[in-house]
């Protein structure tokens, strides 16, 4: 047979024969092959997006964490401070209701005892007043009776005045 | 490793000149390089070996249509003698006869058409029952295991489709390529195919077959020019910025190019096979010829080394016609002008 010129027979078989195989593996072979490999480079490209969307969220989720964490130390700071002004200041504001109380209570035991002192004196000295006047009564009743003991006391007074 | 291989092929070497000394003893140097042709031409019986008068054929199939007999089917060993295995017009039955240059004539004289199972028609069906079993067994993974990763034949198929898809019908046709990918794949894995397993010994030549070249450019004319769009047509009729007297020049040419594209994908590939073959047969031959042992040692090394070549430029091969397959395709369906 001819090295250059094609051979009818064959040509036929060869046309049959590959657009037979070209139709029977078109139909169950490339397109399933074809298909499932653009499947699977989706299903992939999906997972990825996937990796990267739940790593992104992580973070997200992280950072957000990390805030929430911050915001609560912060608040946790304030409160505390707040309470320990608190509580300075309900010590200080007790200390101070304390002494003006206790100044309070001084001041008035001091005008009691002042009271007290004052009607004390008083009713001693209308006592003693009074004492002086029985006294000083009965005494004049008695010396002066005589005209010598009148005279012995006007001299005793001027005697005290001159003392004086 | 060397070493051995140097003693094995000396072996090789003297066991092949013991066998052939008595079947070319006799004959001159075109009986000893005659193998070559034999080897490359397509031929009515398949041809192993001769070990003296043993001859190992495979019997094939002669079909014959013709007008007025119908459809005729005799064996190859039908025409020929039994004990030399020789075809002549001494041989032929009802009729028909081979004659010496393996052509089937007709005693009469009339009109009929040969479709017999020839060597490489033979070949043909187990290349494609090769190929199909491959990838219709990876196939069958896909649609049994869906995405899953690819094991067994689908993980050896399916790296070469990705690359068919990817590198050659999207890079050289663009966005419109998923149409034409089957048709690339088929055509890349046929050509591969074929052409391995015309290395094999014994095997046909059947991608350095002109009428399998030929058929093969014939199906990417016809697909590249029904897929053509108007601009491909303009750009062959009316050849937009040139002068008009210069599209009488112009257009035949353009009309020219597009029968030299698959005419260069047809003539590429049955030269670049056939030419691996003959090159390798030929070192072969020096034994027969020079009938030397050194020549036997250096002709192993070399037919080892081309055969190394040779499994490159079968996957070269299938890749350039697969690739400029794709790339008339690619002119043909593109949208924008390049230039």
Redesign the interface.
Known sequence: ???????????????I??????F???K???????E??E??ES?IDNALKAAEQAKAEMANLKSENEKLLQEARIERDNILKTANEASVKMIEDAKQAAISEGAKMIENAKAVIENEKKAALTEVKNHVAQLTLEVTGKLLRKNLSSQAAQQELVEGMVKDINLN | MFRKFVCLSVLFTAALLTFSTPTFASGGDEDKTGFIMHHIKDSHEWHFATFGHTHVTLPLPVIIYSADRGLDVFMSSDFQDHDTHKFGEAYGTEGFYIDEHDHLQRADGASFTDLSITKNVAMLFLVILVMGYLVLSAASHYKKHGVKSPKGIASFIEPIVIFVRDEIAHKAIGPKYKKFVPYLLTLFFFIWIGNLMGLMPGAANLTGNIAVTATLAVLTFILVNVNGNKEYWKHVFMTPGVPIPLLLVIVPVEIIGLFTKPFALMVRLFVAITAGHIVILAFIALVFIFESYAIGVVSTLMVTFLNVIELLVATIQAYVFTLFTAMYIGGAVAEHEHH
Do not use: N
Not at chain 1, 5 to 13: A, D, R, V
Not at chain 1, 17 to 22: D, I, P, Q
């Open positions: 047979m001819d090295l250059i010129l094609p051979s009818s027979g064959l040509i036929i078989w060869q046309l024969g590959f657009l037979a195989l070209l029977i593996l078109m169950f072979a490339w397109k399933p092959i074809l499932t490999l499947e699977r299903s």
